[in-house]
């Protein structure tokens, strides 16, 4: 998908993969989050894995993987974690650009709703909300406010509840990690401006 301003949005190649691992690293100061995308790439299924570049070099990336709901394994939803976009370029829309091609490709493979765990100020304008209000909580001790969700499917969450999963790797990852720079959370690193 291309974009204005020769920015162009396309699924992740092997190619890739150095340019990606710059971008997590440039964004969130330390590697792990990188470390996390090549656990996720090898041992989740699927993954959804998009890149932004313009001109030819990789400026953001998002990844999605599978989640399970407690008690209602049947139900298709996506984590996303983690957003990143290289810091000259934040502020343009980019990570908005990648959150919005990832729910469409979400959709396309048959899933649901995603869920995040990020500053809830920035993931409202994408339609998610607080996932309590559908009696979902996180495997994780997080703030309530930090742990959303949006239906892709209308009316999806309707009547389920339970905590929600993430693959192993997000536990791996955070056994190994040392906190997140300035209190944001390990998976986000796009600092938008409402676009």
């Known amino acids: 998908m291309v974009l204005s301003s020769g920015l162009s949005i396309r699924a992740e190649e092997e190619q890739d993969w150095v340019g990606v691992q710059a971008v997590h690293e440039s964004a969130f100061g330390r590697s792990a989050e990188a470390r996390l995308v090549a656990m996720l ?16 070099v990789i400026v953001g990336h998002i990844m999605l993987s599978p989640v399970v ?22 502020r343009r829309g980019i990570g908005s650009a990648l959150v919005r091609t990832g729910f469409e ?12 765990l990020g500053h809830p100020v920035y993931y409202r304008r994408f339609g998610f909300t607080p996932a309590a209000r559908f009696g979902i909580g996180c495997e994780y001790d997080v703030p309530e406010e930090a742990f959303m969700v949006v239906e892709l499917r209308s009316g999806c969450l309707s009547g389920v509840s339970g ?25 986000e690193a796009s600092q938008e401006d409402g676009r």
């Open 105 to 116: 490709q979400c959709q396309h493979l048959g899933f649901e709703a995603v869920v995040v």
């Open 163 to 187: 905590k929600v999963a993430y693959h192993a790797a997000f536990s791996a990852m955070s056994r190994c990690a040392p906190p997140s720079r300035a209190g944001k959370p390990m998976q």
């Open 41 to 56: 790439r090898g041992q989740a299924r699927p993954v959804l894995s998009l890149l932004a570049e313009n001109t030819g």
């Open 69 to 90: 709901l407690s008690g209602h394994p049947q139900r298709q939803i996506m984590g996303l974690a983690p957003l990143a976009v290289v810091p000259a370029r934040q």
